[in-house]
């Protein structure tokens, strides 16, 4: 398993057990544009505050090849639209102890959820044979539907709390870094943060 | 037409009767009409022509007998002898029986069944044993003398306490003092005034008011014009749905026929006050049932309610004050013009008097229509005058107030029926539609099937009712179909509360009514159906 | 239920109590313009002085003491000694699922719309404190109607509170807009429920757009975020039309 350096540092056995462990941060990616972790990271140098004080055990940065366990906070980006995204939200809420929907698309479907007019069928021809250019022909493009390393989608594509118990919203597309600052930094207070103080629908 | 005229008629027509040695009454109300009774009544005609006894033997097309599910239904003479399922080839056995004074043993249906016994026919009077299509029958049988009494001997105000003082209530469901709505009308100094009927019902098994308009449709006229006469209008509105063509025919052809008599329009037995009434049609929307949907659809608006208050009886139609009451209200007050309020008040509860007409339907041996004393246990209804249930089944529930109303389990069928104790039950009186379920029905499925309808029926205006009914449906659709979960029906009954407080008119407040019923007495049903839903995986 | 009689005496001066503040006002007035009156904040989507009431986002409903039910405040006049509760704990949820039920009725993805930043609907979800949607959303397949050259009415962002319905009939003149259907079918149309290019009754004026609390009705050539409404005429225009 890869770790970044921050949880390599952290990690209570090299410290001899001694300091109590640092709270386990995961941030996760599922259907969405990224642009969620982008704001994320958009915390600039308060991200070497947050290192300080907790530990990110897995992220699109951090990529371990599975999710960890004895997660505290689970910061959640996109919407549930594949089988895969299923499996790892359910796998998500077993392994953390909160679990946050961090923007639009996993608060409520958002841009994902503009496909569920739609049968999944219909828009993977709208996209990979009709709107396609390459190859030339729309038989040799229909050859090429992705099947192979798409995984199955599920017929809408839906908000995160639909599939498993959700514990903080932060809507916002993407929500802005001082939002996903302000309910981080009450999260580690213990308080519950009062998140459309800071953001909304659509921010 | 004056006073003496009317009471000429009545003489005239009651020494025309005199002649008669019998009198078959066919049924001619849809129930029958729709089991071809129109084919009785010619064939009847044509064999009373044929044995030349048109002198002796009168042959009369009537309002409803009653047992519609046995139509098509033929009563001799006072309805002693009571025909059910006759068909025209039944003609000259009926008359061959006259001779022999016997009666046609397959065609006889028990007038002393209770289905008969146990009613009080105070509204229904006479119906099924007159013309209503004959306004000289009518008066024969007694129509337009309360009018008269009204108009010729008491003032407005008296009228009004009368009517206060019989305790009679809205029969459209709410049970609102009907004294004091017309009181309210007739202390308003704005004019003019409008007298408006809603003849929009709608509920599923609901067929008493089309009954009324079809049965006996100078009764709903004259009790219209006793109310415009108390309240100071001069205008009325009879707002009938479009689904009813035979109540609009009879109407139609009964306002034309009392306007042509005089019985309507100016100068009324010759006095100072004039009534004149306009037929309006419903273009098929359940909400127009709602008052001031209603209302807005006579305007010629989008049927959508407004706001209360203002009440209709302050600012209603065409923003004047208005008084709108249910057909079978203004059914009642003839009766209670002619016999006195004491007599009316006698019948019934302490809350609730006279009688209340309900159509009951389902799973009992009888079904129809029955006109029975406030106050009668809810069980001697289904099981004394409904007969039962059929088949050996066991008696589950039964659903009153249509949409808008609840379904009553076994454990508190010996509640009287009366507005306050149908609605501690959680139900309401709603405008009398009665449908019984055995053991078969499952409650889930009728509280789906009720939330349908709402949900189709809601006009869009308030968020609630538009959006609510729709995901109240779904989830019920959703635990019918063993889909649903606990949290389903948490969120069920948080919708149900939700809509049923913020809505705007009465259709979302009371829309989740079946589900709260169901849910408060059958809510294993709900878990059950629940609990049998396939369990989803748990990973680690 | 209370019944009085619809004199019009001259406006007589009441008074009342609105959330434990005593206040003054005339008689005639609705219990939402006295509470704006004196600061009290009810939140109201349909609602829009200068049209007439319409009472169908119940967002206004308040608790009058006495009454178990609720009344919408836009529609219910004042009377003396009336005890008025705007905001409450059960007043709050219940307004919160009114929006939460608009937000799942269509598609409303703020994200991508033109709106988005001067949307009614978007910010009292915020004020109200509305985090996401515990409903289950609707995702209807609904249409755009792009046919007009100004303007264009997304029935997705589409919340039915019958602005434009009323602005075009009550201050234009036109009756352009009408509602038709009924329930969760019902939709904004133009003239016959025809392409609004085709409505022969339109003249326009652009009203409905900036009465549109929502991106249902907007400017074409508009992108994301770059809608906002401009409602200063409605005043105007009444006021012009009072006087």
Known sequence: MTQSTTTTRSDPALRGGITPAKPRVATVWLDGCSGCHMSFLDLDERLFILAEKVDIVCSPVVDPKEFPPDVDLCLVEGAVSSHHDLEKAKLIRARSKVVAALGDCAVTGNVPAMRNFWEVEELFRRAYIENAEYPDTPEKRKANLPVLNVPPHERIARPLHEIIKVDLFIPGCPPPADAIFYVLTEFLAGRSPNITQVTRFGK | ?540 | MTMSPTTKPPAESLTLTIDGKDVSCRSGQTILDVARENDIDIPTLCQLDGLTTWGGCRLCLVEIAGSSKLFASCATQCTEGMNITTQSDRLLNYRRMILEMLFSERNHICAVCVSNGHCELQSMAQKLGVTHIHLPYRYPKLTVDSSQDRFRLDHNRCILCSRCVRVCGEIEGAHTKDLKGRGIKTFVINDLDQPWADAKSCTTCGKCVHVCPVGALTERGTAVSEMAKRRAFLPYLTSMREH
């Open chain 2, 1 to 540: 037409m004056t006073p003496e005229d009317l009471h000429g008629t009545v003489l005239k027509q009651q020494a025309k009767h005199g002649n008669y040695q019998h009198v078959f009454n066919v049924c001619m109300e849809s129930g029958c009409v729709s089991c071809n009774s129109a084919a009785v009544v010619e064939a009847l005609e044509a064999e009373v022509k044929k044995r030349g006894l048109q002198k002796t033997v009168c042959i009369k097309r009537v309002g409803c007998l009653c047992s519609c599910a046995q139509g098509p239904m033929v009563a001799l003479d006072k309805g002693d002898t009571l025909y059910k399922a006759v068909t025209a080839a039944d003609a000259p056995a009926m008359l061959d029986a006259l001779d022999k004074g016997g009666r046609v043993e397959h065609l006889d249906f028990s007038s002393k069944q209770p289905f008969f016994s146990r009613q009080l026919k105070v509204v229904r009077e006479h119906a099924g044993y007159f013309d209503p299509e004959d306004l000289d029958d009518s008066i024969r049988v007694g129509a337009y003398e309360a009018l008269r009494k009204a108009v010729t001997e008491m003032t407005p105000t008296e009228v009004i306490t009368e009517i206060a003082n019989s305790g009679l209530r809205g029969r459209g469901g709410a049970g609102f003092p009907t004294g004091l709505k017309w009181s309210t009308v007739a202390k308003n100094p704005s004019t003019p005034k409008y007298v408006v009927c809603n003849g929009d019902e709608g509920d599923p098994g609901a067929f008493m008011d089309r009954s009324m308009m079809e049965g006996d449709p100078h009764r709903l006229i004259e009790g219209m014009a006793i109310a415009a006469y108390a309240t100071g209008a001069n205008r009325g509105f009879i707002y009938v749905r479009a689904e009813y063509p035979l109540a609009v025919k009879r109407l139609t052809r009964a306002i034309n026929q009392a306007t042509r008599t005089g019985l309507l329009g100016s100068r009324i037995f010759d006095t100072k006050f004039a009534f004149e009434i306009e037929l309006r049609l419903g273009a098929g929307a359940f909400v127009c049932g709602e008052e001031t949907s209603l209302l807005s659809s006579i305007e010629g608006q989008r049927g959508l309610p407004r706001p209360r208050p203002p009440f209709p009886a302050n600012s209603g139609l065409f923003g004047k004050p208005t008084l709108i009451n249910n057909v079978e209200t203004y059914a009642n007050i003839p009766t209670i013009i002619n016999k006195s309020a004491a007599w009316f008040s006698s019948i019934g509860t302490a809350k609730s008097k006279g009688t209340k007409i309900f159509a009951i339907s389902g799973k009992v041996h009888n079904t129809g229509l029955i006109e029975v004393p406030m106050g009668i246990p809810l069980r001697d209804i289904i099981f004394d005058i409904g007969g039962g249930i059929p088949g050996g089944k066991k008696f589950k529930a039964v659903q009153t107030g249509g949409p808008s109303g609840g379904c009553i389990p076994e454990s508190q069928l010996d509640i009287p029926v009366d507005y306050e104790s149908l609605m501690s039950v959680g139900s309401i009186m709603g405008s009398g539609g009665l449908i019984v379920m055995d053991e078969t029905s499952n409650m889930v499925d009728v509280a789906r099937f009720f939330m349908e309808f709402c949900m189709s029926e809601s006009c869009g205006k308030c968020v609630p009712c538009r959006v609510g009914t729709y995901h109240m449906h779904e989830i019920l659709q959703r635990i019918y179909d063993r889909q649903g979960t606990p949290q389903d029906l948490a969120l069920l009954q948080e919708l149900c509360d939700m809509v049923k407080n913020t809505s705007l008119c009465g259709l979302g407040q009371t829309a989740p009514n079946p589900v709260l019923s169901t849910l408060r007495y059958f809510k294993d049903e709900y878990t059950n159906l629940i609990h049998s839903t396939p369990t989803t995986e748990v990973l680690p």
